[in-house]
């Protein structure tokens, strides 16, 4: 049985569902323009009917309702589609990123509105040919050395630039890209630490049932934010929870989050990204295996086996020579010529010690280490691991390696591992080229379990390191090869050339200490140099071939000016293929340095470009469902206005009715 007074409570509902609509539809109109704000409808339900009675009419069984009920405030929010919007976010960011760094690579190796590298090369093999027309000349004598020293110049001024932006220990500036890293890894930390406290608020906002909106609309716009920076992979729970993994590992828990760190090995080590403050362990067992994990696409999580580490090859001289200082003649050396790895050397038998001929073979930068143990054995070790860098030594017209007996005492051995279902075998025991960013430090024999699972393989965060590591570093490399095969090979031919004073054995550019086995350019264009010899005498420059005076000789003289050939032969050396397997030029190989960063850059830049266009697509998508339309809210507006007035027309009618029963029936 209902009252007298139940048709006000209905039309009651009914002002009150039209006003809660109307402020919902202005809230949307008010939130036009918000970033990341999601369009929200009052849910309307009837509210539960009551049963007619029959005192005067005969509808007995019969309900009728008893006015609206307003159940939720809903955000119109399409979770697939939000899911798919971060997913891309992390993929766009990373690419846009990587063209952009790698668009100021190009700009330092094309060296806009200067002379570059390969235009200097061309000036340096032009001065040699120049000097062997006359090769007494002293200004063409300077201008070789003015040409070379401005060829060490753009050089240094590249690999300077390079080394800058990368971020190396010596020049981590505001802009570089490790400074940059930095900046990166704390907006991530400050992100998360955003997301967890919203989770907070949104949990202790929810507790009586109703759906915190606003602040879910914030957590989500952070949540895009984030995965601009990183990989990320969202789980929500019932609750209105939020858990955020970067890979494997756990970024955000519900109202905790576990902070990122740059960490690196060393100052002369690039940093990696971990949620440790100390640089991570990878290996359970390092005294086989270590790793260093920077970027990468793939999941790496699988044991290595190394059956074999990758050693270099080692001799000794099997005679004994005493005094060390005495003339290689004494022992029955012959003057003349011998070829140790591929070079040819000139040995002046009668005025050359056992430790004149280390010396003469180490500034020769052969990749061959030579010294003196204390029993008199001259001691020659391979730079290089692996059986592709067995010392190779032959006589010619001198008989020292005869004589020497060279025996084997290590022999050259490749590394050979087993990473998963794959064989590996490698020249070094350092290897990269197995698992794409990952640096594999090969240390003993036995078995270790790699733990090699990225934090980062998306987002800004992979493209800084992407660049810097392979990239930047991929160039550096590449021009430190290219000045350091310039200083080998002009020096090779060089040492067999005579200076003004018939001086022979003298190299053009100082030459280096190896600082790490199988790496002998690294970071070579810092210390190149010409020689002081040359810097300190013109006439130490060897334009000169001499020749031999009798048929029976088997040393070349010079007195004085010589005829140039020696210039000849290093101007020639232009055309030389000393890279690729024997493929590539000088100029051609910086342009393959030029090119491969330009095909890089054009890569990322189209992939961005497709990325960008995908992300609009699904922004679009999602915009017809969550987002706010003018006209849509404004025919809203109008429909609850006239549900507003209809239902307080109602309210009137049932007044008046009832005035006219309380007062019109007196």
Same mark, same amino acid.
């Given at each position: 049985?209902?009252s007298?007074?139940?048709?006000f409570?209905?039309?009651r509902?009914?002002?009150?569902?039209?006003k809660k609509?109307m402020e919902?539809?202005?809230?949307?109109i008010?939130?036009?323009?918000t970033?990341?704000?999601?369009?929200?409808?009052?849910?309307?339900s009837?509210?539960?009917?009551?049963?007619l009675n029959?005192?005067?009419t005969?509808t007995?069984g019969?309900k009728?309702?008893?006015?609206?009920?307003?159940?939720?405030?809903e955000?119109?929010r399409?979770e697939?589609t939000?899911?798919?919007i971060?997913?891309?976010t +992390?993929n766009?960011?990373y690419?846009?990123?990587?063209?952009d760094l790698? +668009?100021?690579?190009?700009?330092?190796?094309?060296?806009v509105?200067?002379?570059?590298?390969?235009g @200097?090369?061309?000036?340096?093999?032009?001065?040699?040919e120049?000097?062997?027309n006359?090769?007494?000349?002293?200004?063409?004598?300077?201008?070789?050395?003015?040409e070379?020293?401005?060829?060490?110049g753009l050089?240094?001024?590249?690999s300077?630039?390079?080394?800058?932006? @990368?971020?190396?220990?010596d020049?981590?500036t505001?802009g570089?890209?490790e400074s940059?890293?930095?900046?990166?890894?704390?907006?991530?930390?400050?992100?998360?630490a955003n997301?967890?406290?919203?989770?907070n608020?949104?949990?202790?906002?929810?507790v009586?049932?109703?759906?915190?909106?606003?602040?879910r609309?914030?957590?989500?716009?952070?949540?895009?934010?984030?995965?601009?920076?990183?990989?990320?992979d969202?789980y929500y729970?019932?609750d209105?929870?939020?858990t955020i993994?970067?890979g494997?590992?756990?970024?955000?828990?519900? =109202?905790?989050?576990n902070k990122?760190y740059? =960490?690196?090995?060393?100052?002369?080590s690039l940093?990696?990204?971990s949620?440790?403050?100390?640089?991570?362990?990878? +290996?359970?067992?390092?005294s086989v295996?270590e790793?260093?994990l920077?970027?990468?696409?793939s999941q790496?999580?699988?044991?290595v086996?190394?059956?074999?580490l990758a050693?270099a090859?080692?001799q000794?001289?099997?005679?004994?020579?005493?005094?060390?200082t005495g003339p290689?003649?004494?022992?029955?050396?012959?003057s003349?010529?011998?070829?140790?790895?591929?070079?040819?050397?000139?040995?002046?038998?009668?005025?050359?010690?056992?430790?004149?001929l280390?010396? !003469?073979i180490?500034e020769?930068n052969?990749?061959?280490?030579?010294?003196?143990n204390e029993?008199g054995?001259?001691?020659l070790?391979s730079n290089?691991?692996g059986e592709d860098?067995?010392?190779c030594?032959a006589?010619?017209?001198?008989?020292?390696?005869?004589?020497l007996?060279?025996?084997?005492?290590?022999?050259?051995k490749?590394a050979?591992?087993?990473y998963?279902d794959?064989?590996?075998?490698?020249q070094?025991?350092?290897?990269s080229?197995a698992l794409?960013?990952?640096?594999?430090f090969?240390?003993?024999?036995?078995?270790?379990?790699l733990?090699m699972?990225?934090?980062?393989?998306?987002g800004?965060l992979k493209?800084?390191?992407?660049?810097?590591d392979?990239?930047?570093?991929?160039?550096l490399?590449?021009?430190?090869?290219?000045?350091?095969?310039?200083?080998?090979?002009t020096?090779?031919?060089h040492?067999?050339?005579?200076?003004?004073?018939?001086?022979?054995?003298?190299?053009f550019?100082?030459?280096?200490l190896?600082s790490?086995?199988?790496?002998?350019?690294?970071?070579?264009?810092?210390q190149?140099?010409?020689?002081?010899?040359?810097?300190n005498?013109?006439?130490?420059?060897?334009a000169?071939?001499?020749?031999f005076v009798n048929?029976?000789?088997r040393l070349k =003289?010079?007195?004085?000016?010589g005829?140039g050939?020696?210039?000849?032969?290093?101007?020639q050396?232009?055309?030389?293929?000393?890279?690729?397997?024997?493929k590539t030029?000088?100029?051609s190989?910086?342009n393959?340095?030029?090119?491969?960063v330009?095909?890089q850059?054009k890569?990322y830049t189209?992939?961005?470009?497709?990325?960008?266009n995908m992300?609009? @697509?699904?922004?679009?998508?999602?915009?017809?469902?969550s987002?706010?339309?003018?006209?849509?809210?404004l025919?809203?507006l109008?429909?609850?206005?006239?549900?507003?007035n209809a239902?307080a027309?109602? !309210?009137t009618?049932?007044?008046e !009715?009832?005035?006219?029963v309380?007062n019109?029936m007196i």
């Open positions: 049985m209902t007298s007074f139940s048709g409570n209905v039309a509902s009914g002002i009150f569902a039209a609509a919902v539809t202005a809230n949307n008010a939130n036009v323009n970033e990341g704000y999601t369009r929200q409808r009052a849910v309307l009837s509210a539960e009917a009551y049963m029959n005192m005067h005969n007995s019969n009728v309702g008893n006015g609206v009920l307003v159940d939720k405030i955000a119109l399409d697939f939000n899911s798919k971060v997913n891309e +992390s766009h960011d690419r846009q990123a990587a063209s790698l +668009s100021e690579v190009e700009t330092i190796l094309n060296q509105g200067t002379t570059n590298i390969n @200097q090369m061309d000036a340096y093999w032009s001065a040699w120049n000097l062997s006359d090769p007494s000349n002293t200004s063409l004598r300077k201008n070789l050395v003015q070379t020293e401005t060829l060490i050089f240094q001024e590249v300077g630039q390079l080394r800058q932006l @990368q971020g190396t220990s020049k981590k505001n570089s890209l940059q890293l930095n900046t990166a890894v704390g907006e991530v930390n400050s992100l998360a997301i967890a406290d919203l989770n608020q949104i949990a202790r906002s929810e009586s049932g109703a759906i915190a909106n606003e602040l609309d914030k957590r989500q716009v952070l949540v895009e934010k984030l995965a601009g920076y990183i990989n990320i969202t729970t019932g209105g929870n939020l993994n970067c494997s590992h756990q970024l955000v828990q519900h =109202t905790s989050y990122l740059v =960490t690196d090995q060393g100052k002369e940093s990696t990204v949620f440790n403050p100390d640089y991570p362990q990878y +290996s359970n067992d390092p295996a790793a260093v920077t970027y990468s696409d790496y999580n699988g044991t086996t190394v059956t074999q050693q090859h080692e000794y001289s099997f005679l004994t020579y005493h005094p060390l290689l003649s004494d022992f029955g050396v012959s003349g010529s011998f070829v140790l790895n591929g070079r040819e050397f000139t040995v002046d038998a009668d005025k050359t010690s056992l430790s004149g280390a010396s !003469m180490n020769a052969i990749e061959i280490n030579a010294s003196i029993s054995q001259l001691i070790k290089k691991t860098s067995v010392i030594s006589d010619k017209s001198s008989n020292l390696i005869s004589v007996n060279l025996q084997t005492s290590k022999e050259a490749n050979i591992f087993n998963g794959r064989e590996f075998v490698t070094s025991n350092t290897v080229e794409p960013g990952v640096t594999i090969l240390r003993g024999t036995g078995i270790a379990d733990d699972r990225p934090i980062v393989n998306s800004k493209a800084l390191m992407e660049v810097r392979k990239s930047i570093q991929g160039a490399d590449s021009l430190n090869n290219l000045a350091y095969s310039i200083m080998t090979e020096n090779d031919v040492r067999n050339g005579f200076s003004l004073d018939g001086e022979t054995g003298i190299n550019f100082e030459p280096v190896y790490e086995v199988s790496y002998p350019y690294k970071d070579y264009i810092q190149m140099a010409v020689s002081d010899a040359v810097k005498d013109l006439g130490k420059i060897a000169s071939g001499g020749y048929d029976t000789d =003289t010079s007195k004085g000016v005829d050939s020696n210039a000849i032969l290093i101007a050396l232009k055309q030389g293929k000393f890279f690729n397997n024997g030029t000088f100029d190989y910086y393959e340095i030029v090119t491969t330009a095909t850059s890569q189209n992939e961005a470009d497709y990325s960008n992300l609009s @697509q699904l922004k679009t998508i999602r915009s017809q469902t987002g706010v339309s003018l006209d849509e809210e025919a809203n109008i429909q609850f206005q006239h549900s507003y239902a027309r109602v !309210m009618t049932l007044d !009715m009832l005035d006219k309380v019109g």
